[in-house]
């Protein structure tokens, strides 16, 4: 079935660093997707989306690129701050409105 | 504005209890979600509320589960002689609409069952 998977489940950055994110999709026929931030004990929260007739979009400190020939979505964050310590998760709403999400990346700041 | 509540916010069960949970959209917000989230994994998509359609549960794990929404307002989600397995943190989103429309997150219902 459809799926959709994260490279990394932990990533590591010193404050201050950028952070990539990465992101496979396997349903091509996907034509939107979207990156939330999950803190402890709380809901997901949306950062940023892209839908597949973009290849990058920008946001506050959050840029998500999308590159639809090999199927992968990365989440950059600039300037990493403690603040951004939490779950990611991409997602992708193919058909019916289903959001699928992929398992997760735990982004830890070092101070 | 307010977002999407949900309540209990925790819930202890003993096994083969029944349990409700409830969810209050955004007001205006015509679409609801309901997910499960086992721990330290991804979200399950469960069911899908869009204004007065047919709900859409084919996420819905067994007939144990079930859910109502009235109108386009709350919704509840009944899981009936809950087992062991059933514990996760269940979330509610609401949308605008439908399609892309943004999901907006409540901040769960975490349900133990013992």
């Known amino acids: 079935g459809e799926s959709v998977g994260l490279h990394l489940p932990t990533l590591s950055v010193q404050e201050g660093d950028n952070s990539i994110i990465n992101c496979a999709y396997s349903?091509?026929?996907?034509?939107?997707f979207i990156w939330y931030k999950q803190e402890s004990g709380k809901g997901p929260q949306f950062i940023i989306d892209?839908?597949?007739?973009?290849d990058k979009r920008q946001g506050q400190r959050v840029t998500v690129l999308l590159n639809k020939t090999v199927k992968h979505l990365s989440l950059q964050i600039a300037a990493t701050q403690p603040g951004d310590s939490a779950v990611y998760f991409c997602?992708?709403?193919?058909?019916?409105?289903?959001?699928?999400f992929g398992a997760g990346t735990i982004l830890r700041v070092k101070s | 504005g307010a977002g999407v509540s949900q309540s209990p916010s925790n819930k202890v069960t003993e096994k083969g209890k029944d349990v409700e949970l409830r969810c209050d959209p955004i007001?205006?917000?015509?679409?609801l979600y309901w997910y499960r989230q086992r721990l330290g994994q991804g979200l399950e998509f469960l069911i899908y509320?869009?204004?007065?359609?047919?709900?859409?549960k084919s996420g819905l794990p067994s007939d144990r589960f079930s859910a109502e929404r009235t109108g386009e307002s709350v919704s509840t989600l009944t899981i009936q002689r809950t087992q062991q397995e059933d514990s996760a943190v269940y979330l509610c989103?609401?949308?605008?609409?439908?399609?892309?429309?943004?999901?907006?997150f409540g901040p769960g219902t975490r349900l133990t069952v013992l």
């Open positions: 989103a609401s949308s605008l609409a439908w399609q892309t429309d943004t999901q907006y």
């Open positions: 349903n091509s026929a996907s034509d939107y």
């Open positions: 892209i839908r597949s007739n973009m």
């Open positions: 997602a992708e709403n193919s058909n019916g409105n289903k959001l699928v």
């Open positions: 007001s205006g917000h015509t679409a």
């Open positions: 509320f869009q204004g007065n359609s047919a709900p859409d």
